[in-house]
C-alpha cells in the first residue's frame, strides 16, 4: 500500500516537472521587449537624460534647423565647445560658416564678436591697448575684441604674422598679453576661424604653431539640390519677416556648458582605445613601419598634441550620441578632422596631389583598431 501510494505521488511530481519543463522560455531581452515593458524602459531612459545633454541636443536642434545641409559642421562646433578647443573652418564662400558661429552665439549665454582680418590689421586691433587719459593722468588699458566667449576670425589667412601671433598667444594661453601687463580670458573661450581654399593672393599661410592649436580642421563642401531648395525657402522667410536668426527656445548657460566639459571628461575609456589612439599618432611619425606608401608621403608627423585632440573629441562624440563610454567607432570618426592639419607632406607627394585627407585615410586602414 504504502509502495502504491509513494509510486502515485512520483508519477504525479514528475507530470508536473515535466510540464514545467515543457514550459516555453523567454530571455530578458523578449521579456524587455513586449510592448508594456518596451514602454517602460523608454520612459525610464528619457527620464534619466542628463540635464546638460538635453540641452545640448535642444542646441544642436536649433543649429541645424538654421544651418541647413551642414550637420558635421554642426557636430564639429559642439564637439570643439564640448572640449574647450578650437575650429578652424574651410570652404568655398556662401556655405553658411559664418551664420554657424552666430547662430551658436544666439544659442549661448556669452558675447559674440567677428573679426574680419585683412592685411593692414595691427595686434592691437585684437588685444586692445593702453590710451592715455588727461584727465586721471595715466594710461588706461582698452580691451580689444578677443575680450569674448565666441570669436570668428574670418579669412584668418588674410592677416600678417603679428597678428597670427597674437590670436596664437590667446588661443594657447587663454591670456593677452600687451606692454608689461597680462590679463586672463574668459573661461568660455572659443575661436572659430575660415579660411578661403580658392583665393591665395594677398594672403599668408598659417604657420605650424597656428595651426596645432586648432583642435579641430573641418571642411564644408556644397550642398545638394534638396538642400538648396530649403535654404532658399528659409532665406524668403527670414526676408520677409526682417530677421535673420530666430532666438532659440532656451539659451546654455555658461555653467550648463563647463557641467557638459566635467561629464566629457569623467567618460570611461578603455586601455585599448587609448593604446589606439596613441598608436594612431605614432603611426604619423613613424609612418615606415605600416605603408612604404605612408613612408614617402609623410615628411613631420602630428604631436602629442594631436593624442589630446583625438582623445577629448572621442569624448565628446560619445557623450552627445548618450553613450557612457568611447568607442574605436568615436576615434575613426574625429581623427580625420584631428590630423588633417598637422601633418606634413613631403614635396613628392604634393607633385602627386597626394592630400592629408588621403594620408589619414591610410592610416585608418593600416593601424588595427581594437
Known amino acids: 500500500m504504502i509502495g502504491q501510494i509513494a509510486s502515485t505521488c512520483l508519477c504525479v511530481a514528475g507530470q508536473a516537472f515535466g510540464n514545467f519543463v515543457a514550459m516555453p522560455r523567454f530571455s530578458i531581452r523578449q521579456l524587455n521587449n513586449t510592448p508594456d515593458r518596451k514602454d517602460a524602459v523608454d520612459a525610464a531612459t528619457a527620464s534619466v537624460t542628463p540635464p546638460a545633454l538635453a540641452a545640448l541636443n535642444g542646441l544642436r536642434t536649433y543649429l541645424n534647423d538654421q544651418i541647413l545641409g551642414q550637420e558635421s559642421l554642426v557636430e564639429r562646433l559642439l564637439v570643439a565647445l564640448l572640449a574647450d578647443g578650437h575650429l578652424l573652418v574651410e570652404g568655398p564662400p556662401g ?12 544659442g549661448l549665454e556669452g558675447d559674440f564678436q567677428r573679426l574680419q ?85 594677398g594672403t599668408y599661410p598659417l604657420p605650424e604653431a597656428q595651426l596645432d592649436r586648432f583642435m579641430l580642421h573641418t571642411r564644408v563642401d556644397y550642398p545638394d539640390r534638396a538642400t538648396t531648395l530649403r535654404i532658399m525657402e528659409l532665406a524668403r522667410r527670414e526676408a520677409r519677416e526682417a530677421c535673420e536668426l530666430p532666438p532659440p527656445p532656451s539659451r546654455l548657460s555658461q555653467e ?22 596613441a598608436a594612431l599618432v605614432e603611426a604619423t611619425r613613424s609612418p615606415e613601419k605600416y605603408s612604404a606608401g605612408l613612408a614617402e608621403w609623410l615628411r613631420w608627423g602630428a604631436s602629442p598634441r594631436a593624442a589630446i585632440a583625438i582623445e577629448r573629441g572621442a569624448r565628446a562624440l560619445a557623450w552627445l550620441d548618450g553613450r557612457d563610454y568611447v568607442s574605436p567607432d568615436d576615434v575613426q570618426a574625429i581623427a580625420p578632422d584631428a590630423l588633417r592639419h598637422r601633418l606634413l607632406l613631403d614635396y613628392t607627394a604634393q607633385a602627386r596631389g597626394v592630400t592629408a585627407q588621403q594620408c ?6 593600416q593601424v588595427p583598431a581594437p
Open 117 to 201: 582680418f585683412t592685411p593692414d590689421m595691427l595686434p592691437a586691433d585684437l588685444t586692445g591697448s593702453d590710451i592715455y587719459r588727461p584727465e586721471e593722468g595715466g594710461f588706461h588699458f582698452q580691451r580689444g575684441p578677443l575680450f569674448h566667449n565666441l570669436i570668428l576670425a574670418d579669412e584668418i589667412n588674410r592677416a600678417p604674422a603679428k597678428v597670427q601671433s597674437a590670436l596664437l598667444e590667446a588661443m594657447a594661453e587663454r591670456q593677452i598679453s600687451v606692454g608689461a601687463a597680462t590679463y586672463p580670458l574668459p573661461r568660455l573661450f572659443l575661436v572659430m576661424a575660415t579660411q578661403n581654399p580658392i583665393e591665395h593672393e
Open 360 to 365: 589619414v585615410a591610410e592610416l585608418l586602414q
Open 95 to 106: 556655405l553658411a560658416k559664418t551664420r554657424a558661429i552666430k547662430a551658436l552665439a544666439h
Open 256 to 277: 550648463t556648458i563647463l557641467t557638459a566639459r566635467r561629464e566629457v571628461l569623467d567618460l570611461a575609456l578603455a586601455d585599448s582605445v587609448a593604446e589606439y589612439i
